[in-house]
């Protein structure tokens, strides 16, 4: 079974810069396309970056030009560069195995990103 740990976030103001990752253990990462999802205060789940096994990438409208989603099959950890953070982007950030843009796995316990001034 896939095992996800994600770590990274913290507390940032706004315009300022996070690095996300995602270990994955239990499988090799190559095999799987990931996804970074978010979930902000009183909002629902939802996917922000995914990426495939051959490294095609695709982002939310909300995200696209800020945030970068990257993969290190040798070292089976998924990243999320967020750049020009905003206060919008407050949230609980996931990674996940996707198909399409369903989540396929367990969840970890995710990674706080909070944007304040």
């Known amino acids: 079974q896939v095992h996800l740990v994600e770590s990274g976030g913290g507390l940032v103001q706004p315009g300022g810069s996070l690095r996300l990752s995602c270990a994955v253990s239990?499988?090799?990462?190559?095999?799987?396309?990931m996804g970074w999802y978010r979930q902000g205060p009183g909002k629902q789940r939802e996917l922000v970056a995914r990426?495939?096994?051959?490294?095609?990438?695709d982002y939310a409208d909300s995200v696209k030009g800020r945030f970068t989603i990257s993969r290190d099959n040798a070292k089976n950890t998924v990243y999320l560069e967020m750049n020009s953070l905003k206060p919008e982007d407050t949230a609980v950030y996931y990674c996940?195995?996707?198909?399409?843009?369903?989540?396929?796995?367990?969840w970890g316990q995710g990674t706080q990103v909070t944007v304040s001034s």
């Open positions: 996940n195995k996707v198909e399409g843009i369903i989540p396929a796995g367990s």
């Open positions: 239990g499988s090799s990462l190559s095999i799987y396309a």
């Open positions: 990426i495939s096994s051959g490294s095609t990438t």
